[in-house]
C-alpha cells in the first residue's frame, strides 16, 4: 500500500481519467456491480499513465525485484500495465490470453516462458480473484512459478485467503476504501456513491 499523498495522486490520474462509472456493470468476473472502474482509459493520458506505471514499479520494488525472473501480464486490461512494466524493470514478459486460441500453437500463453522461472503476475483489479487462479494455473502448468500478483486496486470484496491453497501472495498498489475516501474529500462523489462503493465491500 502507498502513502495518503500518493493515493491521492492516484485518485487525481484516475479522476481526470473518467476512469469511475456508476451504473449497473457486469465485469471481467461475470460479476453485477453498481460501480466500474475502466482502467483501460488511462493509456489513453500518458502524463497519468506514467504515474499509475510508476505505482506499480513502486509496489514491486517494495516486493523485490529479485525475486521473480518473468513479469506476466493478465488479458486485457493487465497487459495495459505489465509491459511497460516489464520494460522499466529490465523484465522478460509474457501473456495470458482471455481464451485459448484455435489457431496457430493453440496456446494460453504467450511468450518465451524458460523452465522452472519465477513469474510475477500483473493485472489491474482484484475482484474475484479468478483471472489470477486462472493466471496461476496457465505458468504452472507452462513449467514456471508464481508465489506473488500484483494489482493496481483491491475492491475488497473477496478475502486473500482464496490464495493460501496455491501459495501466492496479492499485494495491491491501493484498496477501494481509501480511494472512496479520497473521492469523497475531494468532493468528487457524494456520500450516495460513497455508501454504494462500500457496500460491496466484505467485513
Known amino acids: 500500500m502507498i502513502n495518503d499523498d500518493k493515493i491521492t495522486e492516484l485518485v487525481d490520474a484516475l479522476n481526470i ?3 469511475f462509472k456508476f451504473g449497473t456493470y457486469t465485469l471481467s468476473s461475470g460479476k453485477s456491480s453498481s460501480y ?19 505505482s506499480y514499479i513502486n509496489l514491486i520494488k517494495n516486493i523485490g525485484v529479485d525475486s521473480f525472473d518473468y513479469i506476466c501480464g493478465i488479458a486485457t486490461a493487465g497487459l495495459i500495465f505489465s509491459v511497460p512494466v516489464s520494460i522499466s524493470l529490465g523484465k522478460p514478459h509474457v501473456y495470458i490470453r482471455k481464451s485459448k486460441k484455435n489457431y496457430g500453437r493453440e496456446q494460453n500463453l504467450e511468450g518465451n516462458l524458460k523452465a522452472n522461472s519465477r513469474v510475477l503476475l500483473i493485472d489491474d483489479i482484484f475482484t474475484t480473484g479468478s483471472s489470477l487462479i486462472d493466471g ?3 505458468i504452472h502448468d507452462s513449467g514456471g512459478k508464481v508465489s506473488s500478483a500484483v494489482v493496481l486496486i483491491d ?10 491453497s496455491i501459495n501466492m501472495k496479492l ?5 477501494i476504501i481509501d480511494i472512496a475516501n479520497v473521492l469523497f474529500s475531494k468532493s468528487i462523489i457524494d456520500d450516495k456513491q460513497k455508501n454504494i462503493i462500500l457496500s460491496n465491500v466484505i467485513d
Open 136 to 138: 496461476f494455473n496457465v
Open 155 to 164: 475492491r475488497l470484496e473477496t478475502s486473500h485467503s482464496i490464495f493460501n
Open 36 to 54: 466500474y472502474l475502466d482502467l483501460r482509459l488511462i493509456q489513453s493520458y500518458p502524463e497519468y499513465y506514467k504515474i499509475i506505471i510508476d
Open 171 to 175: 499485494s495491491s498498489v491501493a484498496n
Open 17 to 19: 481519467c473518467q476512469s
